[in-house]
Structures are given as C-alpha cells and as structure tokens.
C-alpha cells in the first residue's frame, strides 16, 4: 500500500464512520458499481452533492494513480490501517494476508463437508477478512445466495462497533459483486466479548460450530485492560504466569466446536516453551485432541509487528499424536506438499515446554545427567530501569573524577559494568567496558543502598548529577515505584557480589562469544552470566556451550527472533542436560584445542548424532 494513501487517510478523519464512507464509496466508484436496494450500503455512499464529495474524488485519484485498482483485499488493509494506534495495543486487530486466510478455510474444508447445519465462526473477526473468505467458500461449494451463507452459516463476533460494521459492510459488497443488491441481509456479526459471550443466547438449540478460525488478537499481557483480566480468571488456560490475551482463545474456540469440529488459528508461537503458556499446554495434554502445527519459526508473517507465529489446527477428536513442521515463511503452505513430523503427546512435556523440532534428539540431549538449571545459577544483569542515566562512558576523567556529559562524578561511587550482549560480536571486556554509578554499599555480602544524607556529604558531585535527573527517575515503574531511595535501581537484582562469572548474550544470531570473569567488582546489564564455584567449572561449561552440540539444542529449543537469532536466556537453556563427567573426562576438555573433536567427543557421550 502506498505511502500517499496512508496519508490521505490519516489526515481525512478520526471518526469511524467518515472514514467508512469514503471507503466504501471510493470502492463503489473505481469499481463502477451501483447500489439500488441495500440500505446499509446507501448510507455510506458519498454522493455528487454531499459535503465529502470532493475529498472522495481527490482520494479517488490518489487510488487510481498509486494502486490503479482498489480490490477486497486492498479495502481490508485500509480498514486494519484506521484502527488508532491505542485501539490496536488493547484489542490486538492485525490484518492476516489473504494466503494464510485461504490456507486456513481449504485446510478446514477438507475435511468439513457442506451442510444445511454448517456453522463457521471468527470469535475476533476484526473488520471481517475470515469471514468474507469462508463465505466465499461456502458459496463455493454450496452454491448457495450470500443471504442464506450470511444469514446461516457464518458467524463473527468482535469487541469493537466499528468492527462489526465493516465486516458487514465488507460482506455486503461482497454480495453486490455477485448480483445480491438486496435492501437488507441478516447478518450473524455481533458485538461482545469472547471471554464472557453466550451464543446459546444468539443460536437457537446451539450444539457448536463446525468450525471457529482467526487470528486471536495480539495483545501482550501488560496491555490487557482491568476488566478483560477479571474474564481471564475464568479460563483454565490462564492459571499460570501473565497470559497474553491469544491464549484464552484456544480454550474458548475448542468449546465452541461440536464434536469433530475443528479449529483453524494463525497465532503466536510462544506457547510452545513460555511459562504463560504452562496451563495452555497442560490443557491441551489433557485433551489429546488432533492437533497439527505450522510453525513459521523467526519468520514475521505480519507486516511491522515483531510476532513470531504458527498454524494451528485442531480438531475435536481424540489422538495421541500432534503433527509438526516448520516453514520458512508462508509462500511455502501447500497442505499437498507439507511433510508433517508425528510428535507423540507423552513425549511431550508440559510443564517445562514442548520441543517439536527434531523431538527425539533434544529430549534425548534433555535427558542427559542433570537439567542446567539444577547444576548451575544463572543470572540476569542489574536492572535500573533508567540505564542512560546511571551508565556512561567517560568522555574525560582525572585523578578524582569521571566526566559524564561533562558533569565530574566521584570515582568512588563508579564501577565497572558491561553489557554482554555485544559480546555477539566482540571477543573481549575491554571494548565494552563502561561505569556504571552504583550507590550501594555492602554488608554481610548483601547490597544496601546509601541515604540520601550520606549521598550527599561523601559523593556530592554524584549527588547533584542524580538529583539533576530526579523527574526522569521518579518516573520508572509508570511513576509508581516504590524505592527505598528515589535513586535507588529500579530493582534489586544481581546487585551481590559475584566472583565467578560466565558471561554470554541474551540473544544471538551463532555461537557468541563466551567470557570467563573473575573480578567481584564487576558489575553487568543486560545479557546473561552463569554463577560458578571456580574457574575450572566455567571453563568445562564454556566448552560445551561452544560445541556443536549446544548450538543445536538452542536452534530447535529456544526461541527464534528477527533475523535468525535465537534466545539463550534461562528459560531455553534450563533443561540442557549436563552430562556427568569424569575426572578424565574434564581433563580431556580442557586440553582439546581443535572444537571439531571437542565436537565429536560430546557428541558420543551423549549418544546424538546432529
């Protein structure tokens, strides 16, 4: 879509219902169709001597000159654009390509034969994309009027008014195209909630829909306004960590399906390993229904939306198997040619994440000795939340100061900090060394933060600098934090001393690099570092983090970003078996050189062959 388009409409009107007008009369215009009967489309038709008139002939333009045409799908898009930004972070709308769409009504029809009861439903329909494709559908293969498919066999709900009236606006241009210029459809789209909407209330002797597809909105769990929350309480799936709001949607479609019904969802792929998706899991273990997955890894199916997602498609009926496969992106989904990988439900587990790629090997590398987690103490970096205020670069320093934007700063209160997150491309702590102002002291080991009046007589250049910065800081946490000092770390993480460290990145496109520190006065930010007891522990966990073997596990465990990078946070490592060396063993591992035989040699102990 072009740049001027946008432009067009974001200077045009913030009221739903002019923008409607125009785009529905620019859509009527350009494709040179008339409406006699269908009240609906009528009053959002712009005519000769309305008001807007002009403004849609200059749109009209615009189209024709930067799109040539405007079709269904280009209409969808602008109707998703519209949405205000603070309505997209509270109701997750996001608009779903048209292949996907179509790949999700073919797959779910071929196996849903056409009947009189056949019921098809979008649960969070947006502007109605699904639902213009299943229609579609239906008339194709019932050849039934767009009055009997709108009026019996789809049906659509959605939290947003203006929603609701696009998508009936969509199907009824829809149904014009074919001939259908009827005063009015009756449209099954209706206005509510789907954590707490009955359609027993709206569908006489209701038994379930044959099939529910979508695209649950996309909506992470800090944005999720108060009283969505309270109807989060009621789903099983919701009982553990802080549940983005896709998550609730699985639950609620599977109730929704009559028996061999079936689900068809483009939606995030977190669930597969996130805490917040533990009782998501669990539920579906307790089900054991047909569940096939197409996972499209780090690729971002949706246009400026950093989400990572998957197909998925389950169908009421026992199994004891979920079948899997990873794409590159979506201009592979063909269903003929797709090779699903069988996963068996009890190889699976739950409570600590599934592995779906390549399941055998790395539940066998799982298996190995001791989980990560039970051998070794991770850490995240100290978190401020400010960090541009406390952490600097010294632009100059003298015997008693470090000059922070030109501000002395006692050396006193400074220390050295890194990020190990640069450590992706940097091989050693000089490059990324920095200071960080660290108002602590230490007693019985534990960091106390100073008093303000102590602040102030020993360290009173660094005391003018913070207080210069004291609006800025007293607005962390939203401006509800509660510290014991307003210049205090927004948290008290990783403040102890540590001497034995194993720093490595957050995230990473390859094998970072991996850094061995023992200076208790350093401090770091960001990233990831392992506690040891001593140097030897480090370097035979360094050399198994820089083998093959450990590059695979994160590659099919952990969770993929932008770019092909993967995480190496706590999380995606916890469950790596650690093998039980022997002494002879260690020493091997610590004289081998040549990575290749490291390589092999883990490998055999652990009984893989990647």
């Known amino acids: 879509m072009k740049n001027q388009i946008f432009g067009f409409l974001k200077g045009y009107s913030t ?31 712009i005519q000769n001597d309305d008001d807007e008139f002009a403004k849609l002939i200059e749109f009209v333009e615009i189209i024709k000159k930067d799109l040539k045409e405007l079709t269904f799908e280009n209409l969808t898009q602008l109707f998703e654009f519209v949405i205000s930004p603070a309505d997209r972070i509270v109701t997750g709308a996001i608009y779903t390509p048209l292949k996907i769409r179509e790949f999700i009504i073919d797959s779910i029809f071929e196996t849903t034969e056409f009947t009189d009861q056949l019921k098809v439903a979008d649960i969070s329909c947006g ?12 008339k194709q293969l019932s050849g039934q009027s767009y009055y009997e498919i709108f009026q019996s066999h789809i049906f659509g709900l959605d939290i947003e008014h203006y929603s609701i009236k696009r998508s009936e606006l969509l199907l009824s241009l829809l149904a014009l195209e ?10 099954q789209v209706y206005l509510g909630d789907a954590l707490d909407f009955s359609w027993r209330d709206k569908i006489r002797e209701f038994s379930g829909f044959s099939a529910v597809i979508g695209n649950p909105p996309y909506v992470c769990s800090r944005n999720i306004k108060d009283e969505t929350k309270q109807h989060l309480e009621k789903w099983q799936v919701c009982k553990s960590g802080h549940p983005d709001l896709y998550i609730p949607f699985f639950q609620v479609g599977i109730e929704l399906l009559a028996v061999n019904g079936k689900l068809g969802y483009i939606t995030m792929n977190s669930f597969f390993k996130s805490l917040n998706g533990r009782a998501l899991r669990a539920y579906f273990h307790e089900l054991s229904y047909k569940f096939d ?118 050396k006193g209160i400074c220390q050295d900090i890194i990020n190990p997150n640069l450590l992706t491309n940097q091989s050693s702590l000089a490059p990324i060394m920095e200071k960080i102002i660290f108002p602590y002291s230490f007693e019985s080991g534990k960091a106390v933060v100073f ?11 660094a005391f003018k600098y913070l207080e210069s910065k004291k609006i800025i800081l007293s607005n962390r946490d939203n401006g509800d934090g509660k510290y014991p000092e307003w210049f205090a770390f927004g948290r008290t993480q990783s403040l102890e001393r540590m001497k034995y460290k194993l720093f490595f990145p957050h995230i990473t496109p390859r094998l970072p690099h991996y850094i061995i520190d023992t200076d208790e006065q350093l401090t770091f930010y960001n990233g990831i570092a392992v506690i040891g007891h001593s140097i030897t522990e480090l370097r035979v966990l360094k050399k198994i983090m ?13 969770k993929p970003y932008s770019a092909k990078y993967y995480s190496l946070s706590k999380n995606y490592i916890k469950n790596f078996g650690i093998y039980p060396f022997s002494t002879t063993e260690i020493d091997y591992l610590l004289k081998e050189k040549e990575q290749s035989k490291i390589d092999s040699f883990l490998e055999h102990l652990y009984d893989v062959e990647i």
């Open 178 to 187: 074919s001939g259908e210029d009827i005063a009015k459809f009756k449209f």
């Open 127 to 138: 502007c109605g994309g699904f639902l213009l494709s299943a229609a579609k559908k239906i």
């Open 15 to 45: 009221q739903p219902l002019a923008i409607d007008r125009l785009l529905i009369s620019a859509y009527l215009r350009i494709n040179s169709l008339t409406v006699e009967n269908n009240k609906l489309l009528k009053t959002y038709s």
């Open 546 to 558: 820089s083998s093959s073997l450990f590059w695979f596990y994160i590659k099919h465990s952990s």
């Open 293 to 410: 997955i197409i996972d499209f890894g780090n690729f971002q199916v949706f246009e400026k939306r950093s989400t990572y997602t998957c197909i998925c498609f389950i169908t009421k009926t026992n199994s004891d198997e979920i079948r899997y496969r990873q794409l590159d992106s979506p201009d592979n989904l063909n269903a003929a040619t797709i090779e699903m990988d069988s996963i068996a439900y009890d190889s699976l587990r739950a409570y600590e994440g599934w592995n779906l790629q390549n399941n055998a090997i790395i539940s066998k590398i799982e298996r190995v000795g001791l989980p990560f987690s039970d051998v070794y103490k991770t850490r995240n970096g100290i978190a401020t939340l400010k960090n541009d205020v406390y952490i600097f670069c010294p632009s100059r320093e003298d015997d008693r100061f470090y000059y922070f934007d030109n501000m002395p700063i006692e």
């Open 451 to 461: 008093s303000e009046a102590y602040l102030k007589k020993t360290f009173p250049k």
